[in-house]
């Protein structure tokens, strides 16, 4: 494998009782892009991270990370490398505050533990850090705000400051702006630009406008196989991937990318 790819695929295959979901997929992420995994509805996108990630696992192929096959590994080990993911749904503790969320995830670092036992003073020594990340994505004047009365936007800032807190080298992230209204979805486009910075990027994302914006390259799915691959000009001009997305979802390609 090329020292640029961060992560590669070779032949990945999911098989459910007969249906494959994913077919041979031959996936390189190269260091330092923003690459985007898009598809019309059931192309499995979904299943592909699930597949990274070792939430489920692959009926055939090869997956590799830094150049090293991680098929076999667990989804703790796979995290411990590297390799984290936010999912599609904003996973945070709802009654604990939001600086709280933040600890919690940087107490992960320091074992296998949450080491709820430990003293108040012992887990103050996290606070500076979980501030400054919270200053990053815009959170620092909501420190002290139980996450559950956060708005959906913030949901979101606040579980992108909790998978960076497990120091991602490849950042997996699952419709970051999935339900978001547009001044919502402008704000994610910030924070992913700023966690970009000296990492990796992978993302699923339905709202094209988002991944015109954002994404150096896109690897474009439909029935479980790669369509097309390229820049969003190249993919939103191809006429195969135009006759995937059919209807309303090819003229939001001509819209992203006039």
């Given at each position: 494998m090329s020292p640029e790819f961060v992560l590669e695929t070779?032949?990945?295959?999911k098989e459910f009782r007969g249906f494959t979901a994913v077919d041979s997929v031959d996936l390189r992420v190269q260091q330092g892009h923003i690459h985007a995994l898009i598809g019309p509805n059931g192309?499995?996108?979904?299943?592909?991270?699930?597949l990274l990630t070792k939430f489920l696992p692959p009926s055939r192929g090869e997956i590799l990370y830094q150049g090293k096959a991680i098929t076999g590994l667990q989804p703790n080990e796979i995290a411990r490398l590297g390799l984290v993911r936010s999912f599609q749904i904003s996973a945070v503790f709802g009654h604990m505050s939001v600086l709280e969320n933040?600890?919690?995830?940087l107490q992960s670092k320091l074992g296998n533990s949450f080491r709820f036992w430990q003293s108040e003073?012992?887990?103050?020594?996290?606070?500076?850090?979980?501030?400054?990340?919270?200053?990053?994505v815009g959170l620092l004047g909501f420190a002290d705000t139980l996450a559950i009365e956060l708005p959906y936007g913030r949901k979101r800032a606040l579980e992108l400051a909790t998978t960076l807190a497990l120091e991602p080298t490849v950042l997996l992230l699952d419709e970051p702006t999935q339900g978001m209204g547009a001044e919502d979805v402008e704000m994610v486009i910030g924070l992913v630009r700023?966690?970009?910075?000296?990492?990796?990027?992978?993302?699923?994302?339905?709202?094209?406008?988002?991944?015109?914006?954002l994404c150096d390259r896109i690897t474009v799915l439909a029935r479980g196989a790669?369509?097309?691959e390229g820049d969003y000009a190249s993919v939103s001009a191809n006429p195969?991937?135009?006759?995937?997305?059919l209807g309303s979802e090819a003229a939001v390609l001509e819209e992203a990318h006039p």
């Amino acid at each position: 494998m090329s020292p640029e790819f961060v992560l590669e695929t070779r032949g990945l295959t999911k098989e459910f009782r007969g249906f494959t979901a994913v077919d041979s997929v031959d996936l390189r992420v190269q260091q330092g892009h923003i690459h985007a995994l898009i598809g019309p509805n059931g192309a499995g996108k979904t299943t592909v991270f699930n597949l990274l990630t070792k939430f489920l696992p692959p009926s055939r192929g090869e997956i590799l990370y830094q150049g090293k096959a991680i098929t076999g590994l667990q989804p703790n080990e796979i995290a411990r490398l590297g390799l984290v993911r936010s999912f599609q749904i904003s996973a945070v503790f709802g009654h604990m505050s939001v600086l709280e969320n933040v600890r919690v995830a940087l107490q992960s670092k320091l074992g296998n533990s949450f080491r709820f036992w430990q003293s108040e003073r012992t887990l103050e020594r996290l606070d500076q850090r979980a501030r400054q990340m919270l200053d990053e994505v815009g959170l620092l004047g909501f420190a002290d705000t139980l996450a559950i009365e956060l708005p959906y936007g913030r949901k979101r800032a606040l579980e992108l400051a909790t998978t960076l807190a497990l120091e991602p080298t490849v950042l997996l992230l699952d419709e970051p702006t999935q339900g978001m209204g547009a001044e919502d979805v402008e704000m994610v486009i910030g924070l992913v630009r700023r966690a970009a910075a000296g990492r990796t990027v992978l993302m699923v994302e339905h709202n094209l406008g988002v991944v015109s914006q954002l994404c150096d390259r896109i690897t474009v799915l439909a029935r479980g196989a790669i369509l097309a691959e390229g820049d969003y000009a190249s993919v939103s001009a191809n006429p195969q991937v135009r006759e995937a997305y059919l209807g309303s979802e090819a003229a939001v390609l001509e819209e992203a990318h006039p």
